[in-house]
């Protein structure tokens, strides 16, 4: 991956759902430009087609319940945030916006 930024103790005004957008915005990017050097870009030019990113997800599915019964607090994190990207990827590849997750959990409140 090329940019992401390293975890801080420092305020933001940003909120959860402008993180999850922006970064549904540059998975959208990717989609349309496939820059070279791109994790985003492998998945969507994958030989596997769709089917690579659903294996990841499965992966970092299968990574995150190992680490909640290792109790390893940090890696979970760490593989919850993997499943959330790799989720916004397959939520990408069928046009499907975050907004309407977004929606959809605003409903359940
Ligand atoms: N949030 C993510 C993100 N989360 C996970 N990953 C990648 O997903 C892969 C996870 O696979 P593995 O678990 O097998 O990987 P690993 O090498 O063992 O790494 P980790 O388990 O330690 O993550 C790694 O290559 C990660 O880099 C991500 N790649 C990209 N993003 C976001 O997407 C943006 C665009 O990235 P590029 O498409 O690379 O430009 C970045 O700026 C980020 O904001």
Do not use: C, W
């Not at 959860?16 to 998945?43: C, F, H, M, Q, W």
């Not at 993997?82 to 989720?87: G, L, R």
Request: no cysteine.
């Amino acid at each position: 991956m090329s940019d992401q930024s390293e975890t801080t103790d420092e305020p933001t005004d940003e909120t959860s759902e402008d993180l999850l957008r922006d970064l549904s915005a540059v998975i959208e990017d990717r989609k349309e430009n496939l820059p070279e050097g791109s994790y985003t870009t492998s998945l969507f030019t994958h030989e596997k087609g769709e089917n690579r990113a659903l294996e990841k997800l499965g992966e970092e599915a299968t990574e995150f319940v190992l680490a909640a019964k290792d109790a390893d607090e940090e890696e979970l994190a760490h593989e919850g945030a993997d499943i959330v990207y790799h989720m916004l990827v397959v939520l990408a590849m069928h046009d499907v916006d975050v907004d309407d997750l977004l929606d959809e959990l605003r409903e359940r409140r």
